[in-house]
């Protein structure tokens, strides 16, 4: 981290932020740094609508990063709701669902554009071993656990409405990067799919609602889906 992270990001979430998400480089082990530019505001998500908007638009776009470490969060705020990361041998990527999780209950959101963090890249690494994986099976399950919690939490209509878009928006990125790199036909990429994902049902009925909801997404990739 950088040396004037903690004292940068207390000294804010002292005047009321819920969350505030901070720039960070992505560092190599040889010490190059490239810059990963996110946007940077001030965000108040008191209804529902704006939520949904929110997580949508800015969060699973990739406007806003979701890892765990390029925050800081409230722990009262985590207490109060219980949110708690899932199991990461169920689901791929526990810290954006914790994110999005989070992200339902917080009100006062802050984006600066001070770079805070390195995140050091490596060829051995955890997380680079896991992009070799398929991983649409555990990321339908990170789908199923979200949707589960909005169930639970309560006054979520709004984001429960646009689930299709987020259901989609959650999966698109593995099954985009698994299509790009293997050089299979479209059969074996199914079924290399259908053999990767535990529950189907769940995953065909969120894609059929999604796709009568095109018109949704078109307004968060403009020029991508007519």
């Known amino acids: 981290i950088e040396t004037n992270l903690v004292s940068t990001v207390v000294r804010l979430m002292d005047y009321g932020e819920d969350i505030i998400f901070f720039q960070y480089y992505v560092a190599e082990p040889d010490g190059k740094k490239t810059p990963s530019i996110r946007d940077s505001g001030r965000y108040v998500l008191d209804t529902d609508e704006k939520r949904a908007y929110f997580l949508t638009n800015y969060i699973l776009s990739g406007r806003l990063s979701w890892e765990a470490w390029s925050k800081?969060?409230?722990?009262?705020?985590?207490?109060?709701?219980k949110l708690r990361f899932a199991d990461n041998n169920i689901i791929f990527a526990e810290d954006?669902?914790?994110?999005?999780?989070?992200?339902?209950?917080?009100?006062?959101?802050?984006?600066?554009d001070e770079f805070l963090y390195n995140y050091i890249q490596?060829?051995?690494s955890i997380m680079a071993e896991q992009t070799t994986k398929l991983n649409v099976g555990r990321m339908n399950e990170l789908a199923k656990y979200f949707l589960r919690f909005l169930n639970q939490s309560g006054d979520c209509n709004a984001i429960i409405k646009r689930f299709p878009v987020i259901y989609f928006m959650i999966i698109d990125n593995v099954l985009t990067r698994a299509r790009n790199t293997l050089t299979i036909s479209s059969f074996e990429f199914r079924k290399m799919i259908y053999s990767d994902v535990q529950d189907i049902p769940f995953m065909k009925m969120w894609i059929e609602k999604f796709l009568k909801m095109s018109k949704e997404l078109y307004s968060i990739y403009p020029g991508s889906y007519a």
Do not use: Q
């Open 72 to 81: 800081l969060y409230r722990r009262d705020l985590i207490e109060k709701y």
């Open 96 to 112: 954006l669902y914790f994110c999005l999780c989070y992200c339902v209950h917080a009100v006062r959101v802050l984006c600066i």
């Open 122 to 124: 490596r060829a051995d």
